[in-house]
């Protein structure tokens, strides 16, 4: 029989728990708007934590070692990262004027491949409803007038754009500082206070450091590889601005299996229907045998390997977490996608064995 003296201790841990609830809830909605400052900053510090490791063994101090260690991330990944956006921005702005002009017109590239198309595609496109060139010109041009309008919106805000890009690079850098110089105390608090089996902590830390690291090293060396081999196949073809496509590549090579050839497949296309056909035929060969060797290879190597996530896993959870939340998604999601089939393959095997019988 429960008396007035059980109610009281019961009446405060449930008053307890909600606490925690709320201002866990709170914390989080405050730190939200510093999302991706706070997810760098853990993910730059996991990918480059044996680097300070090293540094620390040497120097014996942490935090002269947590600064050099930042350094060396901004000789080796920000200022090539800077380079690459500044003649990035110089040849997306040369590309838009030849827009503006009319020197650069889509909607003449268009004619001239629907004019070299043989007569059995054409009554593939008439099938599909794509046989209207004046139709397909003219919803051509209209997405073009409303890309130029989104570009100026954004040319407007890019002042403030640029101020809280630069807030938030500051704010990771600050926060990577305490990461690599207190990781390991502060990773110690959060497996103190996470009320679970320690052979659970165990386990979804190392995987969350595990999916973390495969996915930061993994897509970024594969989209950058990707993009660079797909830059250099436009300059050696003479294509405009090979800067700024193969930075559209190395973005879209994030998506695996699709990812880089939804540039350089119709630009082949063009070439080959235009009369270019050594170009074209080459940029094909080029992209699937060499840049999609790498996505093919490179991208179950270092990301699914270790995450021993499936590559349609991979895919699927690296689109959805981009649809959800941006660019940071390609990390975000994976790890969602890894985090849940560990909790389950621990649900599992407390089905088969439990508690009890361990």
Request: net charge positive; aromatic share 10%.
């Amino acid at each position: 029989m429960s008396g007035p003296g059980k109610l009281v201790p019961a009446l405060q841990n449930r008053s307890f728990l909600c606490l925690l609830a709320l201002v866990t809830v709170a914390f989080g909605w405050i730190l939200w708007p510093m999302l991706s400052a706070l997810l760098w900053g853990v993910a730059l510090a996991i990918v480059f934590q044996p680097l300070y490791r090293r540094l620390l063994r040497k120097t014996r101090r942490p935090g002269l070692s947590s600064g050099v260690t930042i350094l060396v991330i901004l000789l080796l990944v920000v200022l090539p990262l800077t380079y690459v956006m500044g003649a990035l921005v110089r040849e997306a702005t040369v590309v838009f004027e030849m827009v503006k002009s009319g020197q650069f017109n889509f909607n003449t590239y268009v004619a001239q491949v629907y004019a070299a198309l043989p007569s059995w595609l054409l009554d593939v496109l008439e099938r599909l409803g794509l046989h209207d060139l004046a139709n397909l010109q003219e919803k051509l041009g209209s997405a073009l007038n409303q890309g130029s309008q989104f570009m100026a919106t954004k040319a407007l805000g890019f002042g403030q754009d640029t101020f809280d890009f630069l807030v938030s690079f500051f704010v990771m850098l600050y926060l990577l500082y305490f990461l690599l110089r207190d990781g390991e105390h502060l990773s110690a608090r959060i497996r103190d206070a996470l009320p679970l089996q320690d052979s659970y902590k165990r386990q979804l830390g190392e995987k969350f450091r595990t999916v973390i690291r495969a996915t930061v090293k993994g897509n970024i060396a594969v989209a950058a590889l990707q993009g660079a081999l797909g830059g250099f196949a436009f300059w050696a073809l003479g294509i405009h601005a090979p800067v700024l496509w193969a930075v559209l590549m190395a973005f879209l090579s994030l998506l695996p299996a699709v990812g880089a050839a939804l540039v350089w497949a119709p630009v082949a296309i063009y070439l080959l229907a235009t009369g270019h056909i050594a170009s074209g035929v080459g940029l094909l060969l080029f992209g699937t045998i060499v840049i999609g060797l790498v996505d093919n290879l490179l991208r179950p190597l270092l990301v699914g390997k270790d995450t021993k996530m499936p590559d349609y896993v991979v895919l699927l959870s690296t689109l959805g977490g981009m649809a959800v939340f941006g660019i940071n998604g390609f990390v975000i999601g994976p790890l969602i996608a890894a985090m849940f089939i560990a909790v389950w393959d621990i649900v599992a095997a407390e089905r088969r064995y439990p508690v009890g019988d361990h």
